[in-house]
């Protein structure tokens, strides 16, 4: 197959050099006629982009007929063909808060990021947010049944991805076993795009190992006065499911609202083998967000959110979740233009809980043993930043921001059968689950963005987080392991710089980070407990050290008249790396008697590496067709063990033809996953299989409000199992597998008014 992947990018690798020009031009204020300084001009699908000088003034050398972007942070964007000593004028406009991480301004473009725009043509709608990840080059998905699932990042998951919700707040789950991911307490429809940064390359947006994914939330536009709105819904074959969302938003002059909701009601779906695979939920959302702008350079911005889950299955877990609710408030405020010096000021605070209960009420050993597990969750926090103009060539970030994790609850067993017996008494224990448990961060960061010249930019930052972590109720194992256990503090640094230069239609960077990562609550609290990974109880440890990650990144971007081609080459050098290891010394604690019969204990590793690479090529035939094609594969490996670390992404590619036109459009895509043989002994992992799925979908807009799209997912029905998924149901310890769905017809149609 790699060879089959291989020849394809290779097809699309030719292409014809354009002509190129050079145009110069003014951008100005319409009301003043004033020259506007950073404003940026960058030409559509490419990297090529030059900024304004203090006159409004600018050069670049670019395509013929090429159209280009125009846009400024205090500005209405503007998009046009440029031709020589052209003069464009630009209105102001009033601040808004959803621009989190990319903004109009390159100084403020993050080191080896990629923005996931939302697509206004869907032909499907996504089970969670982690579906709009399924095509993104280096990303797999990791899930524990239909409902929960979670982006995987190159050797990176859970704890090590920073997931985070407009630039700050977080839902962090409650359920060790992450039935409960932040991914299903946010409505995918309300997600205006999905911003990546691909390392530890900034420092600004809280603890960063291994990457940042911050979902940017749908903001209200404020160009247009009065009510406006949507009505959404989709159909599914497989599973019989149903999908209902609509949205209301009211501007005034300073004031707005909007209001989002969403209903999903899911069935089992089949695999390719037409069994039916556990897998239902029904899932009722909804948003409310209160804008006020006291002037055009202020905001704030009170939003409201809750979720509400029920009668949930987990195809890959030993228990379901007869309900799973969340809610959580936020309150934030921005200012620009404070001053020559003081380009803004944000100050953003949320609370989040979550409120979740399993069971295995339907599980074959519910007649011997009822079990519940009632966990909590609460997330506390915020930021303060403050952006600094020193100059006309420098930006710098300075703030603080925290975290607050507390989780509590325990497992409450009624024991029915004891050896085979009924017992006229039921016995009932309590389990200790987090032990009321707590993880505080409070970090203080500083950034600067630094251009040489319109073609270099540098990028350099450092970063402390002051970390302390306690649990108020130990059970008498973790006593019994480690004694007393005390209020841990940590103080850890991490910092990063890059430099990225664009010449002609190219773009180079070169990055390096030190992301440091305190051991997460699971790592250090979880009391013999499954957590979902594999059939073993677990066991923390609180004396784990911080994991960090040295990575360095080079990137290439080249753009010819009709191919765009982007490569990522990268390696990480992991010290203390935490894993989990077979000890023997441990038995299991429930059920003594099966098997497994020994217990995973998590430690620091001294050594552990990571090297691959990603490359993309998009191809554009004519204005309406596209191909499109992108490969990545990673290597890791865990030095200390002398084997490949556990659960890795195998080789996966991606390929798609587009046809777009005004009122119509067609998408054939290929995902292409090889074989995984480099498999962890230390966690009785084992290899998977490659498998080949292809999808199309098609939509029309027969007025200028209605859209209409259909989709054929998994078209041959293939019966495939992603590596990345583990399932508890009839497993030899890690041989089961969650099987995918098979083939799975959908209709979806959307109404703006």
């Avoid at 031009?25 to 009301?31: V, Y």
Wanted: proline share 4%.
């Amino acid at each position: 197959m790699k060879n089959y992947i291989i020849a394809f990018l290779l097809f699309f690798s030719t292409s014809i050099f354009a002509q190129k020009v050079t145009i110069s031009g003014t951008i100005i204020d319409t009301k003043t006629q004033k020259g506007i300084q950073g404003v940026v001009i960058k030409q559509e699908n490419t990297t090529s982009f030059t900024e304004t000088n203090n006159q409004g003034k600018f050069t670049i050398k670019t395509d013929e007929n090429a159209v280009f972007l125009i846009t400024h942070i205090n500005y209405k964007s503007k998009k046009v063909a440029l031709k020589n000593n052209i003069v464009v004028a630009l209105s102001e406009k009033e601040i808004i808060l959803d621009d989190i991480i990319i903004t109009s301004n390159p100084l403020k473009d993050i080191t080896q990021s990629t923005v996931i725009l939302d697509n206004t043509k869907a032909s499907s709608q996504p089970k969670n947010i982690t579906d709009l990840f399924k095509e993104v080059n280096g990303f797999g998905v990791q899930k524990r049944g239909a409902y929960a699932s979670e982006p995987v990042f190159r050797a990176f998951r859970y704890e090590q991805l920073n997931i985070q919700y407009d630039g700050a707040s977080k839902i962090m789950n409650a359920c060790p076993n992450r039935m409960d991911p932040i991914t299903t307490h946010i409505i995918p429809e309300e997600i205006k795009k999905i911003e990546l940064v691909k390392g530890p390359f900034t420092v600004r947006f809280g603890q960063n190992f291994g990457g940042i994914i911050n979902l940017v939330s749908k903001e209200p536009n404020r160009e247009k006065l009065g009510f406006k709105g949507s009505f959404e819904t989709g159909y599914e074959t497989n599973g019989n499911n149903v999908t209902t969302r609509g949205a209301l938003q009211y501007v005034a002059s300073k004031t707005d609202v909007l209001i989002n909701g969403s209903y999903r009601k899911y069935g089992d779906y089949k695999d390719g083998n037409n069994t039916a695979v556990p897998s239902e939920f029904t899932t009722t959302d909804y948003s409310v967000k209160l804008g006020y702008n006291p002037t055009k350079n202020q905001r704030f911005k009170l939003s409201f959110r809750q979720s509400f889950g029920r009668d949930i299955d987990h195809a890959g877990l030993p228990m379901d979740s007869p309900y799973d609710d969340s809610y959580l408030v936020g309150l934030d405020y921005k200012i620009n233009n404070v001053s020559n010096f003081v380009n803004s000021i944000i100050v953003k605070g949320f609370y989040s809980n979550v409120d979740h209960l399993m069971t295995n009420e339907n599980r074959p050993n519910f007649n011997m043993v009822d079990a519940r597990t009632n966990v909590f969750a609460t997330t506390s926090g915020g930021k303060v930043e403050f952006t600094f103009t020193p100059n006309e060539n420098a930006m710098l970030f300075v703030g603080l921001d925290a975290n607050f994790i507390n989780r509590s609850g325990n497992r409450i067993r009624t024991i029915k059968m004891m050896n085979g017996n009924p017992l006229p008494n039921p016995m009932v224990k309590i389990d200790k689950v987090w032990q009321d448990a707590n993880v505080d961060d409070v970090g203080l960061f500083t950034e600067l963005k630094y251009m040489f010249s319109n073609n270099t930019i540098l990028t350099t930052g450092v970063r402390t987080d002051f970390i302390s972590s306690s649990i108020k109720d130990p059970a008498i194992q973790m006593t019994n392991l480690y004694g007393t256990i005390d209020k841990k503090t940590e103080a850890n640094f991490s910092g990063n710089i890059a430099v990225k230069h664009k010449f002609n239609s190219s773009q180079i960077q070169l990055a390096f980070g030190r992301g440091s990562r305190t051991a997460s609550m699971v790592e250090r609290y979880i009391n013999h407990f499954s957590i979902g990974s594999d059939p073993y109880e677990y066991i923390g440890n609180p004396n784990l050290k911080p994991e960090v990650n040295n990575q360095v990144e080079f990137s290439y971007q080249k753009k010819f008249e009709k191919v765009h081609i982007g490569t990522s080459v990268f390696y990480s050098l992991i010290q203390d790396h935490i894993t989990a290891f077979v000890n023997t010394n441990i038995p299991r604690l429930f059920m003594p008697m099966l098997q497994p019969q020994f217990t995973k204990q998590f430690i620091n590793v001294n050594e552990a590496t990571q090297i691959g690479f990603e490359f993309d090529i998009d191809y554009k035939a004519t204005d309406a067709l596209t191909f499109s094609s992108n490969i990545a594969y990673t290597k890791a490996d865990n030095k200390e063990f002398n084997e490949p670390l556990a659960q890795i992404q195998p080789l996966t590619a991606n390929i798609a033809a587009k046809l777009e036109k005004e009122k119509y459009w067609v998408k054939l895509n290929g995902h292409f996953v090889d074989v995984q043989n480099r498999i962890s002994a230390t966690f009785k992992e084992t290899p998977s299989k490659a498998y080949t799925t292809f999808d199309v979908s098609a939509g029309v807009k027969p007025t200028k409000n209605l859209t209409i799209g259909v989709a054929v997912l998994n078209i041959f029905d293939k019966v495939y199992f992603d590596h990345l998924n583990f399932s508890f149901k009839n497993s030899n310890l890690n041989a089961g597998r969650i099987l995918e769905p098979g083939r799975n017809i959908t209709f979806y149609t959307k109404y703006k008014f």
